[in-house]
């Protein structure tokens, strides 16, 4: 089923799966945890696809066990960065052979070291949806920036060029992880005002480890609330006191979006399928009423 037909009647709930690394060529423990994520009743699963296209044949792979042995749907993200439209052909022959209609058309981060050799043949995600639109037929989504993305100079300009993917084709966005919902409202309420009106899926990642919360610290854009942060350095040395607070924290952030009719809840599991069912344990009765 397309995606964006199962959000013309209601919210969705969801999950982001990442495949394992090229070498690892036995894929079960994967397929257990999509096993496991399967009994929270995701409207779809997302599985990431590598910046470089070296991990395609995961990707597929993994989506094409969503579709065969869940009720989810598989969404399929592609970026394009790395790739030209003979690869691009190659790939959603692939997925149309697969009957797998949804795709997260993406243009992937550019390598540090050498950021302009990375791109191409598209330039942008919105290149890559307006080729896919005049030659296939997928469910089309993109990804949007809470807090703006790193390489745009202002929010605006970041949804100016969003809205040219709504243009070319996108009927659902999915956001960026963030921390704190505020930039999450003004995302939406700016986009409304220029014109944005598909759905925007709120991406939740929780933070449930010393690791975790490393790297998103340097990772530049994801703001992390004091208090969040006063907790997680506190209790760094103690697994199980980061992944209680971890998990506390996305259920509020969740619990607050839906109050406040957020277009749907899109969970980064990180492989993890104990993060889905402890937030899904807590809150199954309002997930059901809202997302169902
Ligand atoms: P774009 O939409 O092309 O935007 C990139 C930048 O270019 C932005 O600053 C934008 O404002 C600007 N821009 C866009 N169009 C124009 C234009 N016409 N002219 C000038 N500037 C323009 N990465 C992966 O490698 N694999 C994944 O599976 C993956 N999944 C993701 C899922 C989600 C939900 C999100 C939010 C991100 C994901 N990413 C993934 C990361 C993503 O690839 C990077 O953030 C990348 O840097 C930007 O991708 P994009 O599709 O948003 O690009």
């Not at 899109?266 to 807590?282: E, F, G, L, S």
Request: aromatic letters at 10%; hydrophobic letters at 40%.
């Amino acid at each position: 089923m397309r995606i964006c037909d199962i959000l013309r009647t209601k919210k969705t709930f969801s999950f982001e799966v990442f495949p394992p690394k090229p070498e690892v060529s036995d894929l079960d423990d994967i397929y257990r945890t999509i096993d496991e994520l399967q009994q929270f009743h995701p409207d779809f699963i997302s599985v990431t696809f590598k910046a470089s296209g070296d991990n395609s044949r995961h990707t597929i792979d993994l989506a094409t066990y969503i579709k065969r042995n869940t009720s989810a749907e598989p969404l399929v993200h592609l970026t394009c960065g790395s790739l030209d439209k003979e690869d691009v052909d190659r790939v959603a022959a692939v997925l149309e052979q697969e009957h797998l209609e949804n795709v997260l058309a993406l243009r992937g981060d550019k390598p540090v070291d050498s950021p302009e050799s990375y791109l191409k043949c598209f330039r942008h995600a919105s290149e890559l949806m307006a080729y896919l639109r005049s030659t296939h037929k997928f469910c089309m989504g993109g990804a949007c920036y809470p807090e703006g993305h790193i390489e745009s100079e202002s929010l605006y300009d970041d949804l100016h060029h969003l809205k040219v993917k709504q243009d070319m084709g996108a009927s659902f966005f999915i956001t960026q992880l963030f921390y704190d919902n505020n930039y999450y409202y003004r995302l939406k309420r700016v986009a409304r005002t220029m014109g944005i009106t598909i759905p925007i899926i709120p991406g939740i990642m929780p933070l449930t480890s010393a690791t975790m919360f490393n790297k998103i610290m340097h990772m530049a854009g994801a703001s992390i609330p004091f208090e969040l942060r006063v907790l997680f350095e506190r209790f760094r040395n103690d697994k199980e006191a980061m992944f209680e607070i971890g998990i506390a924290f996305s259920v509020s952030q969740i619990l607050e979006l839906l109050a406040n009719d957020a277009d749907g809840i899109h969970i980064y599991t990180m492989n993890n399928p104990k993060v889905a069912a402890d937030i899904y344990q807590r809150i199954h009765h309002v997930i059901d009423k809202e997302l169902r």
